[in-house]
């Protein structure tokens, strides 16, 4: 019995651990602490389903409908949720993965839009060209995860560890990432956000320090008392930037466009005197 009123389906098993549920109407489903390890959910609908502190580590969820899902603590590490193709990727849109642990998950092209991520981990995920568009992932940790052309506009980032991961190609345009973590201690292995869009992004206390940031959109950012010391910022532009207490040490800013930013009030920029229309 999946649910708490009515008979959803059967499994002739003690478990639901590697069971097969492929493409079964699971809405509404109350699957609350499952061990659901190995389960195969292809294409099954679990709309708003309660799979809170759940077993999903190893599942497969390609194709599957999980909107407004409540995964909260769960656990997806491994899981398969991706696709190469979007209509066949997982849809998450305002689902509660609250503190989920979603390590080494395949988050390819999957739809999170508006869902909330709120302190979980998506550690070595591979979450290219997914959608987080408006999700709250505030204090979330995503260590050497592939963020890589992924739609992460207006998603709130505030104090989240995203060390070492790929962000090349996303859009952050207008995403608070008020004191992230971006920084890299080891010269040899940074955080790479290479020709990402941060348009009106807030990055006010921000570490970004050995950080690659290439010929990424910078416009009108609030980059206040943010460590972008020794970062490479090669064909960034800045215009119109809040750098107030901006720590630049060791900033090449020979091709960086400053248009309209007040260095002034940046710290340790060693600014080209050819640089026109500074404030």
């Known amino acids: ?9 059967t499994v002739d098993a003690d478990t639901l651990a590697a069971a097969d549920l492929r493409g079964l109407h699971l809405e509404g489903a109350d699957l609350r602490n499952r061990d659901l390890n190995h389960v195969q959910l292809q294409y099954a609908d679990l709309m708003g389903a309660d799979l809170s502190a759940a077993n999903l580590s190893n599942a497969v969820l390609i194709g599957a409908t ?11 590490s491994n899981a398969r949720l991706g696709n190469d193709s979007h209509s066949h990727a997982a849809m998450m849109m305002n689902a509660n993965l609250e503190g989920a642990n979603l390590t080494r998950a395949d988050l390819r092209q999957v739809e999170l839009r508006e869902s909330n991520l709120e302190g979980a981990d998506l ?4 979450a290219r060209r997914a959608s987080f568009c408006r999700a709250n992932m505030a204090r979330l940790r995503a260590n050497d995860t592939l963020f890589i052309d992924a739609n992460m506009r207006d998603v709130d980032l505030q104090e989240a560890d995203l060390r070492y991961s790929h962000l090349n190609d996303a859009n952050l345009s207008k ?16 955080t790479v956000i290479n020709l990402a869009n941060l348009e009106g992004a807030n990055l006010s206390g921000a570490k970004m320090h050995n950080m690659l940031a290439e010929h990424v959109n910078m416009r009108g950012v609030d980059l206040s008392d ?3 010391s020794n970062a490479v910022m090669g064909g960034a532009v800045l215009r119109r930037a809040i750098v107030t207490n901006a720590n630049f040490k060791d900033v090449e800013l020979a091709t960086v466009t400053m248009d309209y930013a007040n260095f002034s009030k940046a710290l340790n920029a060693d600014v080209p005197s050819y640089k026109p229309n500074l404030r």
């Open 123 to 126: 550690s070595r995920a591979d």
């Open 226 to 228: 943010a460590d972008l």
């Open 175 to 190: 995403a608070n990432l008020s004191r992230v973590n971006l920084e890299s201690q080891d010269e040899s292995v940074s």
């Open 66 to 76: 999980l909107e407004s899902a409540n995964l909260k603590g769960a656990d997806l």
């Open 1 to 9: 019995r999946i649910g708490t009123d009515e008979v959803l389906a």
